[in-house]
């Protein structure tokens, strides 16, 4: 397997340029012929400026407006930034040593950029905040779900951590707030097929043999609202989400199941009642045993009077 060779382009304010590599076939005379039509929403006067600026860069050096196109080549650039709201809310370092970093990730900041949240995510901040360029995630975590989230400090452990976790040899544990149903019987395991469609925003349940497993559990109730214990076996996306609405006991905050509601994204407030609280696995690298818990509350539940108010 041919390695990705590395970016002549140093990392801006935490955030990897971007790297695009040229098809083998094409018809194209110069690269940035090629770009003008592979960036249809980069204005071709936009990138014709950046070209100038020698702020698209190819292995030898910087790419010009009569640089010829060569088939299987690579070329690097940074992305102009979108407009982000700053999100008010701390990243908490849970743990951090040599090779691991692990954090308490709060709502609304996504952990890896994408879309428009770029300069605003957990990846690019702590890259730039703690000094550590060559941080990479070994999971994600939804950026509307607060908790925990770990790092790879060292790039060559990175394979070793996302291994685990796609594996699905880390357990975790989650906390939900939801409304209590006296009728429903607890605990109990969910079983559904869970499907998302690429462009679709929300996943959904269809017949066909269950692809995820979730435990649920309640800790307590009070007030009409449960704090439930969420084991998940899987990992679909939006799996707790939908099972705890499958139940009629939907996560507060939800603005997508049951129902999907539009929600800006410099609206802070009501966050969803869903928290990432424990991580526990052998190390592959050290063979110790590791459990890491967050230490954040679920607004509903330590001040459910702001919740009534709303």
Same mark, same amino acid.
């Given at each position: 397997?041919?390695?990705?060779?590395?970016?002549?382009?140093?990392?801006?304010?935490?955030?990897?340029?971007?790297?695009?590599?040229?098809?083998?076939?094409?018809?194209?005379?110069?690269?940035?012929?090629?770009?003008?039509?592979?960036?249809?929403?980069?204005?071709?006067?936009?990138?014709?400026?950046?070209?100038?600026?020698?702020?698209?860069?190819?292995?030898?050096?910087?790419?010009?407006?009569?640089?010829?196109?060569?088939?299987?080549?690579?070329?690097?650039?940074?992305?102009?930034?979108?407009?982000?709201?700053?999100?008010?809310?701390?990243?908490?370092?849970?743990?951090?040593?040599?090779?691991?970093?692990?954090?308490?990730?709060?709502?609304?900041?996504?952990?890896?950029?994408?879309?428009?949240?770029?300069? +605003?995510?957990? #990846?690019?901040?702590?890259?730039?905040? $703690?000094? =550590?360029?060559?941080? *990479?995630? @070994?999971?994600?975590?939804?950026?509307?779900?607060?908790?925990?989230?770990?790092?790879?400090?060292?790039?060559?452990?990175?394979?070793?951590?996302?291994?685990?976790?796609?594996?699905?040899?880390?357990?975790?544990?989650?906390?939900?707030?939801?409304?209590?149903?006296?009728?429903?019987?607890?605990?109990?395991?969910?079983?559904?097929?869970?499907?998302?469609?690429?462009?679709?925003?929300?996943?959904?349940?269809?017949?066909?043999?269950?692809?995820?497993?979730?435990?649920?559990?309640?800790?307590?109730?009070?007030?009409?609202?449960?704090?439930?214990?969420?084991?998940?076996?899987?990992?679909?996306?939006?799996?707790?989400?939908?099972?705890?609405?499958?139940?009629?006991?939907?996560?507060?905050?939800?603005?997508?199941?049951?129902?999907?509601? +539009?929600?800006? #994204?410099?609206?802070?407030?009501?966050? $969803?009642? =869903?928290?990432?609280? *424990?991580? @526990?696995?052998?190390?592959?690298?050290?063979?110790?045993?590791?459990?890491?818990?967050?230490?954040?509350?679920?607004?509903?539940?330590?001040?459910?009077?702001?919740?009534?108010?709303?």
């Amino acid at each position: 397997m041919r390695r990705r060779p590395k970016a002549p382009l140093p990392q801006r304010n935490g955030l990897d340029p971007a790297r695009l590599r040229l098809p083998a076939e094409g018809e194209w005379v110069t690269v940035r012929d090629h770009l003008v039509e592979r960036l249809p929403r980069v204005a071709p006067e936009r990138i014709d400026m950046m070209l100038r600026e020698d702020r698209i860069m190819g292995l030898d050096g910087p790419i010009t407006v009569d640089t010829p196109y060569a088939p299987d080549s690579y070329v690097w650039f940074h992305r102009d930034l979108p407009v982000e709201v700053p999100v008010p809310f701390e990243i908490g370092i849970v743990h951090r040593d040599n090779d691991l970093l692990v954090v308490d990730k709060p709502h609304f900041l996504a952990t890896i950029p994408r879309g428009q949240h770029v300069m +605003e995510t957990a #990846l690019v901040k702590l890259r730039h905040d $703690l000094g =550590l360029p060559e941080l *990479v995630p @070994a999971h994600r975590l939804d950026r509307v779900t607060a908790g925990l989230v770990m790092f790879v400090v060292r790039p060559e452990l990175r394979g070793k951590y996302q291994t685990m976790f796609r594996d699905r040899l880390v357990h975790k544990e989650y906390e939900a707030i939801a409304g209590h149903d006296p009728g429903l019987v607890l605990p109990c395991t969910v079983r559904s097929h869970i499907v998302k469609e690429r462009g679709v925003i929300t996943a959904q349940e269809i017949d066909s043999p269950p692809n995820s497993e979730t435990l649920v559990e309640l800790a307590e109730h009070r007030g009409g609202l449960g704090r439930y214990r969420l084991v998940p076996r899987t990992g679909r996306t939006h799996q707790l989400r939908l099972h705890m609405s499958g139940l009629g006991v939907p996560i507060l905050g939800d603005d997508f199941y049951p129902v999907l509601t +539009e929600k800006p #994204l410099d609206d802070f407030t009501r966050p $969803l009642q =869903l928290l990432a609280k *424990v991580l @526990a696995f052998t190390d592959p690298v050290s063979g110790a045993a590791r459990r890491f818990e967050s230490k954040r509350e679920l607004s509903a539940w330590s001040r459910p009077g702001e919740w009534a108010a709303g």
